[in-house]
Antibody, heavy 121, light 110 residues
Framework: EVQLVESGGGLVQPGGSLKLSCAAS????????MHWVRQASGKGLEWVGR??????????TYGASVKGSFTISRDDSKNTAYLQMNSLKTEDTAVYYC????????????WGQGTLVTVSS | QSALTQPASVSGSPGQSITISCTGT?????????VSWYQQHPGKAPKLMIY???NRPSGVSNRFSGSKSGNTASLTISGLQAEDEADYYC??????????FGGGTKLTVL
């Protein structure tokens, strides 16, 4: 079964840091582009960023609202992608999803169940 | 990168057809056939419904169809059913910041 499971969410103070994990199974992780997407309560989906595979030098791209604050990485030996979030703001409060873009495709499937990050004092 | 433009809400009665539009620019929808659509029920993760403008993944009902004209993509749901009530999001590759979602459309089945 193709599956993604996020973990690491929780409550963090403004200015703090948090690292999310996305564990993958059921597909060839190393060939996949991994994305992070977030959704604030009652709001729409916002693309956060992506990391490509080894063939593309693990290149990363980020959305404008998180560029410079968030870093995406991956460990292909553990079939896991990560989202390091620094200098967190209250507006970063959201459910964070990871999702896969298979090699040679342009869509996101599957999606994890999401992990909630709350930035509050 | 601004979000793609979708209507905030649409509604229809069971058995009817509805269409959700998604408007972008020549830098995203108009420039690439990399448009996909996602269904999201409350409290659940998004689910892929249409990819590359008009293709349906295995397991998705043929009541769902997609199309594109110029800078606007559309999702049509025919034979509306109660379980279609959900939020729908379009997504496109963009030459500016790689990927962008629409603001989302809430579908109500009356």
């Amino acid at each position: 079964e193709v599956q993604l499971v996020e973990s690491g969410g929780g409550l963090v103070q403004p200015g703090g840091s948090l690292k999310l994990s996305c564990a993958a199974s059921g597909f060839t992780f190393s060939d996949s582009v991994m994305h992070w997407v977030r959704q604030a309560s009652g709001k729409g989906l916002e693309w956060v960023g992506r990391i490509r595979g080894r063939a593309n030098s693990y290149a990363t791209t980020y959305g404008a609202s998180v560029k410079g604050s968030f870093t995406i990485s991956r460990d292909d030996s553990k079939n896991t992608a990560y989202l390091q979030m620094n200098s967190l703001k209250t507006e970063d409060t959201a459910v964070y999803y990871c999702t896969r873009q298979a090699a040679g495709t342009s869509w996101f499937d599957p999606w994890g169940q999401g992990t909630l990050v709350t930035v509050s004092s | 990168q601004s979000a793609l433009t979708q209507p905030a809400s649409v509604s229809g009665s069971p058995g009817q057809s509805i269409t959700i539009s998604c408007t972008g620019t020549s830098r995203d929808i108009g420039g690439y056939n990399y448009v996909s659509w996602y269904q999201q029920h409350p409290g659940k993760a998004p689910k892929l419904m249409i990819y590359e403008v008009s293709n349906r993944p295995s397991g998705v009902s043929n009541r769902f169809s997609g199309s594109k004209s110029g800078n606007t993509a559309s999702l049509t749901i025919s034979g509306l059913q109660a379980e279609d009530e959900a939020d729908y999001y379009c997504n496109s590759y963009t030459s500016t910041t790689a990927w962008v979602f629409g603001g989302g459309t809430k579908l109500t089945v009356l």
